[in-house]
C-alpha cells in the first residue's frame, strides 16, 4: 500500500524557514518522480515543485514559476523521504503542503502539513 506522510508544518514567522518533510512507503521511492503541492485559504490546489530520478547520474528539479527562489526540493532515496525547503516565508505561503505520487497511474497523496506564516 502506497503511503505518504508529511511532517514538518507549524506556525513560523514572516521571514522564516521552515523544512517539509514527505516519508514515502509501498512503491520502490527512488525510482519515481515526488511533487509538492499546496492549498492556501480559499484557493485552489497548486503545484509547487517536482524532483525526478534522471537516470543514475542525477536528479531534475521542476518548480512553478512563483515559487522559483524561495522553494528548494530535494529527496533522500534511502530514507524514501522528499524534502521542501521554503524561505522567506510571508502569509501568502499559509497553506496546507502535500506531496504526491503518480504510481501505475494511480494518484496518491498525503495528509498534508499546515503551515502558518504569522507574527
Known amino acids: 500500500e502506497v503511503q505518504l506522510v508529511e511532517s514538518g508544518g507549524g506556525l513560523v514567522q514572516p521571514g522564516g524557514s521552515l523544512r517539509l518533510s514527505c516519508v514515502a512507503s509501498g512503491f520502490t521511492f527512488p525510482n519515481y518522480a515526488m511533487r509538492w503541492f499546496r492549498q492556501c485559504p480559499d484557493k485552489a490546489r497548486e503545484w509547487v515543485a517536482t524532483i525526478s530520478p534522471d537516470g543514475p547520474d542525477g536528479l531534475t528539479t521542476n518548480y512553478a514559476d512563483s515559487m522559483k527562489g524561495r522553494f528548494t526540493i530535494s529527496r533522500d532515496d534511502a530514507e524514501y523521504t522528499s524534502f521542501l525547503q521554503i524561505d522567506s516565508l510571508n502569509s501568502e505561503d499559509t497553506g496546507v503542503y502535500y506531496c504526491?505520487?503518480?504510481?501505475?497511474?494511480?494518484?496518491?497523496w498525503g495528509e498534508g502539513t499546515l503551515v502558518t506564516v504569522s507574527s
Open positions: 504526491n505520487i503518480n504510481v501505475y497511474g494511480l494518484n496518491y
